[in-house]
């Protein structure tokens, strides 16, 4: 709890992204968007072209550059904190010619066979994410002897690769994959499970923001209506030793985890009085 974890906007340049589709397609909403987030507090906005939400089709590569560049461009020209979200090897390729300091891959580099070598030429930061199938099917009857033990032993697997192939271990994130391939109660027991994946050695990003789960256990069906839902998933995340939150809702998650951590501390941060 002495340092606070960093949060990570969520910036969909999509027309179909499961919460928030058509919001931010358009690069000037886009750029206003991930500015709105970088005021409110966050660390790192996350720009995807690209929906990996459950039933999701591919989307062809220079269809997925030709939306996101120009919001990488303008944000970089502006020194912006930003990753981006993308499984092709290409539009990392041409992110990182841009500066992107982080790349997030939802497919924890095996989507495309180029992904390994070109995070190991540059020297971003990456995000391996554990997903059990494509987003197409993922969702179809999920099944794990010990969900828990079978994504530490993938994440593990996945970065003795990367490091293999010359990325170090301290520019590594790990990303239990909260919604990818799993059912509600898997969700709930990776969250359960989530102290054990400090034995990773590396920082852990959770991303739950109002996901299908915080609607089963909240009844709230809308997406864009599980903020409560998805704050408390994300104190849970932070009570069990996530350093990185990727959320949509970057204001309201920045106040709760101020409060969170004074509360448990019983000590406020100098920046709060």
């Known amino acids: 709890m002495d340092t606070p974890p960093t949060v990570m906007g969520i910036v969909n340049v999509t027309p179909d992204s499961f919460s928030d589709g058509g919001r931010a397609a358009a690069a000037d909403d886009a750029v206003a968007q991930a500015r709105t987030q970088i005021a409110a507090g966050a660390g790192i906005v996350d720009i995807g072209g690209e929906s990996t939400r459950p039933g999701a089709k591919e989307v062809p590569l220079e269809e997925e550059w030709r939306r996101i560049a120009?919001?990488?461009e303008r944000?970089?020209?502006e020194a912006a904190?930003?990753?981006?979200?993308?499984r092709k090897a290409e539009i990392m390729r041409r992110a990182i010619a841009l500066g992107v300091p982080v790349i997030n891959d939802v497919s924890a580099l095996t989507f495309d066979p180029d992904s390994v070598g070109v995070v190991a030429e540059s020297s971003a930061e990456v995000v391996l994410m554990h997903a059990r199938g494509l987003p197409e099917t993922m969702q179809d009857n999920p099944t794990y002897d010990d969900v828990a033990?079978?994504?530490l032993s993938y994440l593990e697997e996945r970065i003795g690769v990367c490091e293999a192939a010359g990325i170090d271990r301290a520019r590594i994130i790990a990303d239990p994959g909260i919604g990818f391939g799993k059912s509600f109660r898997?969700?709930?027991?990776l969250f359960a499970a989530l102290p054990?994946?400090?034995e990773l050695g590396v920082h852990i990003l959770v991303g739950a923001s109002r996901k299908g789960f915080v609607g089963?256990?909240?009844?709230?069906?809308q997406a864009d209506q599980r903020l409560g839902g998805s704050i408390?998933?994300?104190?849970?995340a932070v009570q069990n030793g996530a350093d990185i939150l990727r959320v949509h809702d970057v204001a309201e998650t920045v106040q709760a985890i101020t409060v969170y951590r004074a509360a448990m501390r019983g000590q406020a941060d100098d920046a709060a009085g």
């Open 81 to 86: 904190p930003v990753s981006v979200d993308t």
């Open 196 to 198: 054990r994946f400090r």
């Open 216 to 221: 089963w256990l909240s009844g709230v069906e």
């Open 232 to 236: 408390g998933a994300a104190l849970a």
């Open 149 to 151: 033990d079978e994504v």
């Open 70 to 72: 120009p919001v990488l």
């Open 75 to 77: 944000l970089m020209a």
């Open 186 to 189: 898997h969700n709930l027991l």
